[in-house]
């Protein structure tokens, strides 16, 4: 009875919309779910993503499971996850695609998911990974094992959106460091992230896995964002 009073008073807003959930056990109504524009990258490993990264980094698989466009679900989900503590979302994500991806060949031998890193003080600051949750389903989807200690983000850096294209590059290259023993040498490493935009730092952070003996890299995203 408590709970319903709470509900009452306090009703679960959807974090797509921030109507009020019919069912508080949703996640997202039931509108959003239909309107999710879902890229199907996983049915085609000629797309988008792997079109961004091809000459720049070598991959087994990569792909994003949505398309990210300004002011669209995509981007208020990702906000109320990234900023609003609602992990509820990346959770939901990584659940879904890790269904999608079962069915992907190339994902069948990957022995690590290995998040995207914050830097400890932007970790302090906003108190968790976004991304983790998602690593985390994809994860238990796939039963495969999730690390976050792998990868280290080393400088703190704050917005980079005004600074040019080459010098973001060049900020984010030095932005991470790779730690691994002997039982890494050969992994197949899944690194997950939010949103690919320039690819930058996704380039980072596999160039550094790669750098692990006999290793090998895919890339899976919540979104994809045209830049």
């Given at each position: 009875?408590?709970?319903?009073?709470?509900?009452?008073?306090?009703?679960?807003?959807?974090?797509?919309?921030?109507?009020?959930?019919?069912?508080?056990?949703?996640?997202?109504?039931?509108?959003?779910?239909?309107?999710?524009?879902?890229?199907?990258?996983?049915?085609?490993?000629?797309?988008?993503?792997?079109?961004?990264?091809?000459?720049?980094?070598?991959?087994?698989?990569?792909?994003?499971?949505?398309?990210?466009?300004?002011?669209?679900?995509?981007?208020?989900?990702?906000?109320?996850?990234?900023?609003?503590?609602?992990q509820q979302v990346g959770k939901l994500l990584?659940?879904?695609?890790?269904?999608?991806?079962?069915?992907?060949?190339?994902?069948?031998?990957?022995?690590?998911?290995?998040?995207?890193?914050?830097?400890?003080?932007k970790f302090r600051e906003r108190g968790y990974?976004?991304?983790?949750?998602?690593?985390?389903?994809?994860?238990?989807?796939?039963?495969?094992?999730?690390?976050?200690?792998?990868?280290?983000?080393?400088?703190?850096?704050?917005?980079?959106?005004?600074?040019?294209?080459?010098?973001?590059?060049?900020?984010?290259?030095?932005?991470?460091?790779?730690?691994?023993?002997?039982?890494?040498?050969?992994?197949?490493?899944?690194?997950?992230?939010?949103?690919?935009?320039?690819?930058?730092?996704?380039?980072?952070?596999?160039?550094?896995?790669?750098?692990?003996?006999?290793?090998?890299?895919?890339?899976?995203?919540?979104?994809?964002?045209?830049?």
């Amino acid at each position: 009875m408590l709970k319903s009073l709470v509900d009452l008073i306090f009703p679960s807003l959807c974090p797509g919309c921030e109507n009020p959930l019919p069912d508080s056990a949703a996640v997202i109504c039931t509108a959003c779910r239909h309107d999710m524009p879902f890229t199907q990258h996983h049915l085609n490993a000629d797309n988008e993503v792997s079109k961004k990264f091809y000459g720049r980094l070598k991959l087994e698989h990569s792909s994003a499971l949505l398309y990210f466009n300004k002011e669209g679900i995509v981007q208020d989900l990702i906000h109320n996850l990234k900023y609003r503590r609602q992990q509820q979302v990346g959770k939901l994500l990584g659940t879904w695609y890790a269904q999608n991806l079962k069915q992907v060949a190339d994902l069948h031998d990957v022995t690590h998911i290995i998040p995207v890193p914050l830097h400890p003080k932007k970790f302090r600051e906003r108190g968790y990974n976004q991304v983790a949750t998602f690593g985390q389903a994809l994860a238990n989807g796939l039963d495969i094992s999730y690390n976050d200690t792998i990868l280290l983000r080393t400088t703190y850096n704050k917005t980079q959106t005004k600074k040019n294209r080459e010098l973001r590059a060049g900020i984010i290259n030095s932005a991470f460091d790779v730690k691994y023993t002997d039982a890494h040498h050969g992994a197949h490493f899944l690194l997950v992230d939010d949103v690919i935009t320039t690819g930058a730092t996704l380039e980072a952070c596999g160039k550094l896995l790669l750098t692990i003996p006999n290793a090998r890299v895919s890339i899976v995203t919540m979104a994809y964002a045209h830049s």
